[in-house]
């Protein structure tokens, strides 16, 4: 890894008082999008409340363990050192969804942990790899991620998908309310402030949406205050070939977006990555798989969210992001406080990831102008991968009559648009990406 910015940002020294609420702050950005895959799933196997509980808990602890594993990193060789997050992979949700369904857990946690093991292996391949991903393929990728995400920042300003009040004004009062304490806060305030804007707005929010009964206290009286998260809760897992060939196949997928926002974050940082730092970085992400088979928890990706929120704060320090994994693991622990960070209504967290998300797609866009457009092929390239691939996140059903493993597939945005940069790419480049010494 090579510094190419003025000042090191990554490991900057940072009070530990202003460490933990920066850290915090993060952890309150990722929590919807962490514990909304477990909610899914729980409810679409219909498992008991006490395994849906078990599932959050089990899904923060290991978050904090693999985000840990990322940004501080185990020696030379597992984890990129960049202030990174990882997250449950929202991508896996589908073909989780279907293993569960025919197999039930054991055989979905089997998939995952053997699907683990070709992520892991996928890093000793990486130099063959990464050719595959110049700019252009990565600045069209993120691109996708932050632009097909906006959508669901909407939902959450309507208040929620499924939810009775759907498109209530208020709703969209309380999420503009949000946006504004957001947007005043970086217009006119310096240094720390500025950068806990949007812990600032998430926590005036929900003070303001409780003035409308949208803050439930009830549910916290349900939680435990401790509770160890023991591995196999569900049972030895058991192994099938077909499982374990849809999940690791989506894996897959999940490891190229993770190098697309590997770039991002190294680019925000000003620093220039190299294979050996995302072949760690890979590895730490196969890592993590395995401990969330381990723990019955979930695939995990590096989570886009907070790359945006280090360009909203200006922060960008990694040990941010391990007094954020100290704090996950915690929060996985004593259920208590876990349950605390739910009770930020959706409008809320609407109006702070519009910006977050838009954000994500803006960087994408800044990573392509290093692209030379004066080349008409790589205008092509851009332009039919970011409209294939937010076309079919934007337009449902698309792919209704495909086979179930296709469907899931085609149906996915970055799928679709990683896939048409890198065909495209390499039928325009081939000399370029295929050059001999």
């Known amino acids: 890894m090579e510094q190419i910015g003025k000042k090191d940002y990554i490991n900057e020294k940072i009070p530990v008082s202003k ?9 309150l950005v990722m929590y919807s999008a962490a514990v909304i895959v477990p909610i899914i799933l729980a409810n679409a196997l219909q498992l008991s409340n006490l395994d849906l509980a078990f599932l959050i808990s089990a899904d923060l602890f290991t978050c904090g363990i693999a985000t840990f594993l990322q940004s501080f990193g185990i020696g030379r060789f597992i984890g990129i050192k960049l202030p990174v997050v990882l997250g449950c992979a929202v991508i896996t949700l589908g073909p989780m969804i279907s293993i569960g369904k025919t197999g039930g857990m054991t055989v979905l946690y089997g998939a995952i942990l053997l699907s683990s093991v070709l992520v892991f292996v996928c890093s000793f391949f990486i130099n063959k790899i990464i050719k595959f991903f110049p700019p252009i393929v990565i600045g069209s990728l993120v691109t996708i991620i ?5 959508p669901l ?3 959450d300003m309507a208040g929620g998908i499924g ?5 209530d004004p208020i709703n969209y009062l309380v999420a503009i309310f949000v946006l504004i304490i957001i947007l005043l806060i970086n217009r006119f305030c310096k240094g720390f402030a500025k950068s806990i804007a949007i812990l600032v707005g998430l926590i005036l929010g929900t003070i303001f949406a409780s003035f409308f009964g949208m803050v439930d206290l009830s549910h916290l009286n349900d939680a435990d205050w401790f509770k160890l998260i023991h591995p196999l809760h569900f049972g030895a897992p058991e192994f099938t070939f077909n499982s374990v060939v849809v999940m690791s196949i989506f894996l897959v997928i999940s490891v190229a977006e993770s190098v697309g926002i590997f770039y991002m974050i190294a680019d925000i940082c000003e620093v220039k990555i190299t294979p ?13 798989q395995f401990l969330g088979g381990l723990f019955n928890s979930f695939p995990y990706v590096t989570f886009s969210e907070n790359a945006g929120l280090m360009t909203v704060t200006g922060v960008r320090n990694r040990f941010v992001l391990v007094a954020a994994a100290i704090i996950l693991v915690i929060l996985g622990l004593v259920p208590k406080f876990a349950m605390l ?6 409008p809320v967290l609407g109006g702070a990831m519009i910006c977050l998300f838009g954000t994500i797609g803006a ?4 990573i392509l102008s290093s692209v030379d457009f004066k080349k008409n092929e790589n205008i092509i390239i851009v332009a039919c991968s970011i409209g294939i691939g937010l076309g079919t996140t934007v337009t449902p059903g698309l792919f209704n009559e495909m086979p179930e493993i296709l469907k899931m597939l085609l149906e996915n945005g970055i799928f679709t648009g990683t896939v048409t940069a890198i065909i495209l790419n390499t039928l325009f480049n081939y000399s370029e990406i295929f050059k001999t010494k």
């Open 363 to 366: 960087n994408g866009i800044k």
């Open 163 to 167: 939810s009775e009040n759907f498109g």
């Open 341 to 346: 960070t739910t009770l930020i209504p959706h």
């Open 146 to 150: 932050g632009f097909s995400l906006v």
């Open 19 to 27: 460490l933990t609420i920066l850290g915090f702050q993060h952890v």
């Open 153 to 155: 920042a909407l939902q």
């Open 276 to 288: 050996k730092d995302i072949a760690n970085g890979i590895r730490a992400e196969g890592c993590a």
